[in-house]
């Protein structure tokens, strides 16, 4: 199994830039294609970006294409989501995941953080 850990969330204002953060620990980290989802209230958890085990193959959802970066770095078991010029529809929870198959298959995302708040008020 594998351990995920957000961090870096926290209210911003329209326009700015955040990093957040996902450390593994446990099972090699490479071994898991990864992934950040996130959930808005009162809405279904969505896609975000997924990178394959590494990282030569990334995917973000058009709603973010241009403005977020998906990145990982095996070396230190980390997992990035640089997001810039966010907007008030970007407010959900943010978490890491690891999946057991490949990248772009959602359903086999099996293990989760415990998500990081990310608001942005406009």
């Known amino acids: 199994q594998v351990q995920l850990k957000e961090s870096g969330g926290g209210l911003v204002q329209a326009g700015a830039s955040l990093k957040l953060s996902c450390i593994a620990s446990g099972r090699t980290f490479s071994d898991y294609p990864m992934g950040w989802f996130r959930q808005a209230p009162g809405k279904e958890r969505e896609v975000v970006a997924v990178i394959s085990r590494f990282g030569t193959d990334r995917y973000h959802v058009d709603a973010v294409k241009g403005r977020f970066t998906i990145s990982r770095d095996n070396a230190k078991n980390m997992l990035y989501l640089y997001m810039n010029n966010l907007k008030p529809e970007d407010t959900a929870v943010y978490y890491c995941?690891?999946?057991?198959?490949?990248?772009?298959?959602?359903?086999?995302?099996?293990?989760w953080g415990q998500g990081t708040q990310v608001t942005v008020s406009s």
């Open positions: 995941a690891a999946s057991t198959s490949y990248y772009n298959d959602y359903a086999r995302y099996e293990y």
